[in-house]
């Protein structure tokens, strides 16, 4: 058995009851605390701008480098951000974010 460290998930849990984070939620306050490694998006008609960005631009997956094939507007501290993301990295964050991280609550 591998000794417990002062970072283990265990140890977090017992000790500060906080859960452990995933590498989802670890990404997401990455982008969180540095909103400006996100090119900046339009506050208004973000639906079509999103379609644009995402069907006629050419944008890198922020996270693997792949090319992207979604965009999605983030509200961020210093207004709204693209995400740009392939469509295996857009469900990755879908399916492993914890959901307060996905859609905080205002």
């Known amino acids: 058995m591998l000794p417990r460290g002062p970072f283990c998930d265990d140890h977090r849990r017992e000790f500060f009851g906080v ?3 995933s590498e ?4 997401l306050m990455l982008l969180r605390d540095n909103p400006t490694l996100l090119d900046p998006a339009p506050g ?9 960005r995402a069907q006629d631009e050419i944008h890198t997956c ?5 090319r992207s094939k ?7 501290k210093i207004g709204p951000r693209w ?3 392939c469509w295996g990295c857009y ?7 914890t959901p ?3 859609w905080p609550r205002p």
């Not at 989802?24 to 990404?27: I, T, W």
């Not at 208004?44 to 644009?52: L, S, V, Y």
């Not at 469900?91 to 974010?97: E, K, P």
């Open 70 to 76: 979604a965009a999605v507007i983030a509200a961020t």
């Open 44 to 52: 208004e008609a973000a639906a079509a701008a999103m379609q644009h």
């Open 24 to 27: 989802v939620d670890r990404f």
């Open 83 to 85: 995400l740009d993301v």
């Open 100 to 102: 307060a991280r996905l």
């Open 62 to 66: 922020l996270r693997c480098g792949e």
């Open 19 to 21: 859960e452990p984070v």
């Open 91 to 97: 469900n990755w964050i879908q399916l492993g974010a």
